[in-house]
């Protein structure tokens, strides 16, 4: 089989080869095809990956010609980030510099990346459907439900979105919880907004006994973000990243007392790296990387908090991996993805990408259906997918007012003059965003 890397420069590219590679890997992927626009950092990743040592190597190519890496494809994973580590920085600045949350895919700045990132993924799409019609097309592309729905417009169900944060909340609550048996349950939401809602071991539900004890709540990262009194009085475990909602003025005040953002951090370290990978770059890259994953969502963490080791397991090549064994080979597996809502949540549109258990096998990707959602989890769900529908329908339609209705949807922007502000601040600072919504 042949998998298709597109942002084959990317920083977190071996993981995805080691993963792959691993005699434990349970589909064998025969060629691996990494495709970027840059040909020095392509050149630098395939320098990484090709150092490691593997069990059992793929037959590596790199181009920086689409439609070369895309043809044969039986499988392509997307993980791009359309104007950089630096765009990143741009998007969080200017959100901070207005007193709202500056975050890589929640809030404003995850519409600005959206707005920038929809249009190269959607063309990405289209050449998808006429040069590998027949391959899955894998999304981590951030905001990774904005960019799935709009690819889903062109490719259909064919296109599926992932995310290790929700899988790695689940698994965390089953460890804590100390039962063993098969696992059932109901986790809803969005992409970087969603619930575990019931969590059953071998026909128990056991999340009651959870949220009840300290001791298997330390065990949560989740749950340590956001407090023990606050997932008690939810009745379940959010995502870790509603730290940034139920948290936002924390959030914010946070982020703002620090020399610098955590885009700012990565853009300096990561230009360090491509510009000297030195003599060993796999040596290099493996320091950097675990610089990289210890400080994640530091400015949700007191100082002197460090990240657990159960915090750092998995990842998205994991979550990938798994998802191309089941479609592969037919053997089911249980995963929590972005896929089409279709009637599942009604109070949604139909098309709306969320997130939610799936049944994956030969057959393709089958969503659980969930329980009713009610309340301020329906009401926070429908109005950022608002905003997100608005921002894909501005980034197709070049529209400078539909951004501006995109970001005053959005329940983290808390004023209209703010909201134009916002599309103002990123027009001016991004080049190729000022172009789109002339």
Not at 37 to 51: G, K, W
Not at 70 to 86: H, K, N, P
Not at 141 to 150: R, S
């Amino acid at each position: 089989m042949k998998l298709t890397i597109i942002g084959g420069g990317g920083f977190r590219v071996p993981q995805v080869y080691q993963a792959i590679a691993a005699a434990s890997a349970p589909v064998a992927i025969d060629e691996l095809s990494l495709y970027d626009s840059s040909p020095s950092r392509l050149a630098t990743i395939r320098a990484v990956v090709e150092a490691m040592a593997v069990d059992r190597p793929p037959r590596l190519t790199a181009t920086l010609d689409l439609a070369e890496a895309l043809r044969g494809a039986d499988f392509v994973f997307c993980a791009v980030r359309i104007g950089g580590t630096a765009g990143r920085t741009i998007d969080e600045r200017v959100a901070l510099d207005l007193g709202v949350l500056g975050q890589e895919t929640v809030g404003p700045g995850g519409l600005s990346y959206a707005l920038r990132t929809v249009p190269f993924m959607v063309r990405l799409a289209q050449t998808v459907r006429e040069v590998a019609p027949q391959a899955w097309v894998i999304n981590f592309t951030n905001p990774a439900g904005i960019v799935t729905e709009a690819m889903q417009a062109v490719l259909g169900e064919r296109v599926v979105g992932i995310c290790d944060t929700p899988i790695g909340l689940m698994r965390r609550a089953v460890q804590a919880s100390g039962a063993t048996g098969e696992v059932r349950f109901d986790y809803v939401g969005l992409n970087h907004l969603g619930w575990l809602r019931e969590l059953s071991v071998a026909g128990v539900d056991v999340l009651p006994g959870l949220l009840g004890s300290d001791a298997a709540l330390a065990q949560i990262e989740e749950a340590r973000l956001l407090g023990f009194d606050w997932v008690r009085a939810l009745g379940a475990l959010p995502n870790e990243y509603l730290y940034y909602y139920y948290f936002t003025r924390e959030a914010v005040a946070r982020i703002r007392s620090e020399p610098q953002t955590r885009g700012e951090f990565l853009d300096a370290q990561q230009s360090r790296f491509y510009a000297a990978p030195g003599d060993s770059p796999l040596q290099t890259w493996q320091a950097v990387h675990g610089e990289r994953e210890a400080t994640y969502m530091a400015e949700s963490r007191a100082p002197e908090e460090q990240r657990q080791a159960s915090d750092l397991g998995g990842g998205y090549q994991e979550v990938a991996l798994d998802l191309m064994a089941a479609l592969a080979t037919g053997r089911g597996s249980t995963m929590i993805l972005n896929v089409r809502n279709g009637t599942l949540v009604p109070a949604l549109p139909q098309e709306a990408v969320i997130e939610v258990g799936c049944t994956v096998d030969g057959n393709g990707i089958r969503p659980w259906p969930v329980a009713p959602v009610v309340g301020e989890q329906l009401g926070l769900i429908a109005q950022v997918k608002a905003a997100e529908q608005l921002v894909i329908a501005a980034a197709r339609e070049g529209s400078r007012r539909l951004a501006w209705r995109a970001f005053a949807a959005h329940p983290l922007v808390d004023s209209v003059a703010i909201a134009r502000r916002l599309v103002d601040g990123y027009t001016a600072n991004l080049p190729d965003l000022a172009r789109l919504l002339s």
